[in-house]
């Protein structure tokens, strides 16, 4: 696999340079005002509750994550609060962060396990003074504030100390929104604060909701874009988007605010759209920049909850889906889908959940993963983090080493590929899509990686053309599923591929290169690794040079 290599001072000064001077002044300003100022934190007595005029919907669910009265897995990981307590750094962050969130209060069979429920509510009121530790940042207050509120409107009667803590927590978020975060974050902060606004009255309740509103005004045409993508183009963030929509419109309903309710309702047939097309047949998302199984709710549910409030969705039709605006295509023909990666990496001041995975794409055969990307199970700053983010991680192709784009550090980019010559079609026999991008430009000679797939029966021809001077080493990547096994043929021109339990066979073979098949991994959810295969195919030549794979497979 490519490593990074060592940046001189200078060089590391050259790539925070490429990295900041994308953001925006409220950005660099909401940095200063966030890490310096320490607003008060207001006991006051919580607000009255507002009386509420329509019928509640059991919103989404997730996965059971307390398995005990004090014990929670998050992550693939399993703990117990009694020897960790709530924020011990023994633990990931992320895995903290969501103690703190009480996903469970509204998840599978939660109303089972009421009891513990409210002894974990009266024990994080006690044991969690503000405003120090994960619980109080920001993020972890407005997933709280909604999941607390809908446990109460799911007919759980709250404490008066429940109550007060809302109150307290919402005044304290309202002066620490994440504008130098902006992105899914921001759109949080605001959704916990029209949670709060409607369901408590008064003149501090109207000021929450409005200034909730005033946020979803402006973040709302920017961060959902025309074709109905989130604009952070992952589509596990997507998701968790698209069920913040859903519960804004339930919430606003329920407390009789239909024009709330509609400004959510317009973009939810669009984003349901891009959803269902940016999924697998599996039902789950392909892993595109931050993406994998397990964190958002998954479609079944999604498609549940909509349809329980109101919505027709219907699935995508085969043959093309072209995202215009956010980039993606979607080949659909026979039993056969492949989803492919022609989009830039993401807002260019908002780029943290994006990975190095330009023309990358995922194929299924009759249901099945057969090509991926390898996904994501960590976030941090740790090596994995850096590995997983990269261009070699994904099924595209890789020039001397370096990613696509320079991703570094847990959640940052430098320079950034950007896409061009994007075109998706078909004709009598096939279904076709080709882009390419910049992201090597800077190595001389600039090369340009040029990427075209052709998805005809029973066949998928994938064409890499490498444009510019100079001599190069190419390699492209084809990560294998989990369940895939890969036998190469001794003259290493042809790969044999086998769906162990399903008994579809296929054959990869290449020109241009030398074939391999090579240990790899894939990560289909936080905190969980399945060892599996990939192939590479290599070349060390002089530009412009052209690698050429097809991917055949037999009707079952």
């Not at 607000?47 to 059991?58: H, I, N, Y």
Request: proline content about 5%.
């Amino acid at each position: 696999m490519p490593t990074t290599r060592p940046l001189t001072a200078i060089g590391k000064l050259a790539r925070l340079w490429r990295t900041v001077r994308h953001l925006k002044r409220e950005q660099l300003t909401g940095r200063v005002r966030f890490r310096f100022a320490q607003p008060r934190v207001d006991l006051s007595p919580a607000p009255a509750r507002r009386q509420g005029s329509g019928q509640w919907v059991t919103p989404a669910s997730r996965k059971t994550s307390l398995t005990g009265p004090t014990c929670f897995r998050f992550l693939n990981h399993e703990a117990d609060l009694d020897g960790h307590g709530w924020d011990d750094p023994a633990l990931a962050k992320l895995w903290r962060y969501n103690l703190h969130y009480f996903d469970d209060l509204n998840a599978e069979g939660a109303v089972g396990r009421s009891v513990w429920h409210r002894a974990l509510i009266a024990r994080w009121i006690a044991e969690n003074p503000p405003p120090s530790g994960s619980g109080w940042e920001p993020y972890p207050v407005s997933l709280r504030i909604v999941n607390w509120i809908k446990w109460v409107l799911g007919e759980h009667e709250p404490t008066e100390d429940m109550l007060h803590w809302l109150a307290v927590q919402a005044r304290w978020l309202e002066r620490r929104l994440e504008w130098h975060l902006l992105g899914n974050h921001l759109f949080a902060n605001a959704k916990a604060l029209i949670f709060a606004g409607l369901f408590f009255a008064g003149d501090e309740a109207d000021r929450w909701l409005a200034l909730g509103r005033s946020i979803f005004a402006r973040e709302l045409p920017e961060q959902i874009l025309a074709d109905g993508g989130q604009f952070e183009l992952s589509p596990m963030y997507h998701a968790i988007a698209l069920e913040d929509l859903l519960d804004l419109a339930n919430v606003a309903r329920t407390f009789g605010l239909d024009e709330i309710a509609d400004d959510m309702v317009s973009r939810v047939p669009s984003m349901f759209a891009w959803l269902l097309a940016m999924s697998h047949p599996d039902g789950e998302v392909a892993f595109f920049n931050d993406s994998a199984i397990g964190i958002a709710p998954d479609n079944v549910e999604l498609l549940r909850y909509a349809h329980d409030l109101g919505f027709a969705i219907e699935p995508p039709a085969a043959g093309i889906t072209h995202h215009v605006q956010s980039g993606y295509a979607r080949l659909e023909l026979g039993d056969a889908v492949v989803i492919a990666d022609l989009a830039r990496i993401g807002p260019d001041y908002l780029p943290g959940h994006a990975h190095a995975d330009t023309l990358s794409f995922e194929i299924s055969l009759g249901g099945k993963r057969f090509f991926v990307n390898s996904g994501t199970s960590v976030y941090g700053t740790g090596p994995e983090r850096q590995r997983q983010r990269g261009t070699a991680a994904h099924s595209t192709l890789v020039l001397d080493g370096e990613n696509s784009s320079e991703v570094w550090s847990g959640f940052r980019v430098g320079r950034r590929a950007k896409p061009f010559d994007v075109a998706v079609y078909g004709d009598e026999t096939s279904l076709i899509a080709h882009g390419a991008h910049d992201g090597y430009a800077h190595r001389p000679g600039r090369p340009v990686h040029r990427r075209k797939w052709c998805l005809s029966e029973g066949k998928l021809s994938v064409a890499d053309t490498v444009e510019g001077c100079g001599v190069h080493q190419l390699e492209a990547y084809f990560h294998l599923a989990q369940g895939i096994s890969a036998v190469a043929h001794t003259d290493n021109s042809v790969v044999e591929l086998s769906d162990i339990e399903g008994g579809r066979q296929a054959t990869f073979s290449a020109a241009g290169g030398i074939v391999e098949v090579i240990p790899s991994s894939w990560h289909s959810e936080f905190g969980k690794r399945s060892d599996t295969k990939a192939i590479r195919v290599s070349a060390f030549r002089s530009l412009p040079y052209a690698l050429s794979y097809e991917l055949a497979w037999s009707a079952r």
